[in-house]
T-cell receptor, first 116, second 114 residues
């Protein structure tokens, strides 16, 4: 159990376009999900905490108007990168907290975003 | 906020040897310390975790120790195998107090040479 999926697994887009990434908890409910960004050979950097039914909480330095997060159900959170630029190219990973097990985060497989 | 430092950044060992990776954290309120293994282009996988009410935990070839007074914790891998080669991340969390947010260390690239 505790499977998290992400879609798409990779995406290539032109500069200035928007890209939506989905994160789903397949076999458990997750009131809370997290979005991370990972640049090559670097660590995971938390971007925001996504809470079902409420506004996301963004980490310092992350533009909330550029990285739109929607957590409309207990199994789905979406991250939309608006007006993407080449510097947004990165590996985006989500994780989900199982409501019945509050500490352990279950990670999605990641989405590789390349902005041309 | 919490700050986690991890050393070394790279570690190369011979197959069969032990590997030790160390992390320090800054906030004494942290109470949950997971370790993740990440292969290139893949998701982080939890390999072991420890909570602040215990000092050591072991799972086959993997063990983690925690020193709350010194605010550091370590990952020990014994009898290393080539398939242990990956990037390892430590992390710290203050649990529900911080919304279960994780702060990650910078990572250690472990290479196990056959």
């Amino acid at each position: 159990g505790a499977v998290v999926s992400q879609h798409p697994s990779w995406v290539i887009c032109k500069s200035g376009t928007s890209v939506k990434i989905e994160c789903r908890s397949l076999d458990f409910q997750a009131t809370t999900m997290f979005w991370y960004r990972q640049f090559p050979k670097q660590s995971l950097m938390l971007m925001a905490t996504s809470n079902e039914g409420s506004k996301a909480t963004y980490e310092q330095g992350v533009e909330k108007d550029k990285f739109l997060i929607n957590h409309a159900s207990l199994t789905l959170s979406t991250l939309t990168v608006t007006s993407a630029h080449p510097e947004d190219s990165s590996f985006y990973i989500c994780s989900a907290l199982r409501d019945s097990l509050r500490n352990e985060q279950f990670f999605g497989p990641g989405t590789r975003l390349t902005v041309l | 906020g919490e700050n986690v430092e991890q050393h070394p950044s790279t570690l190369s060992v011979q197959e069969g040897d032990s590997a030790v990776i160390k992390c320090t954290y800054s906030d004494s309120a942290s109470n949950y310390f997971p370790w993740y293994k990440q292969e290139l282009g893949k998701r982080p996988q939890l390999i072991i975790d420890i909570r602040s009410n215990v000092g050591e935990k072991k799972d086959q070839r993997i063990a983690v120790t925690l020193n709350k007074t010194a605010k550091h914790f370590s990952l020990h891998i014994t009898e290393t195998q080539p398939e242990d080669s990956a990037v390892y991340f430590c992390a710290a969390s203050m649990g529900e107090t911080s919304g279960s947010r994780l702060t990650f260390g910078e990572g250690t690239q472990l290479t196990v040479n056959p």
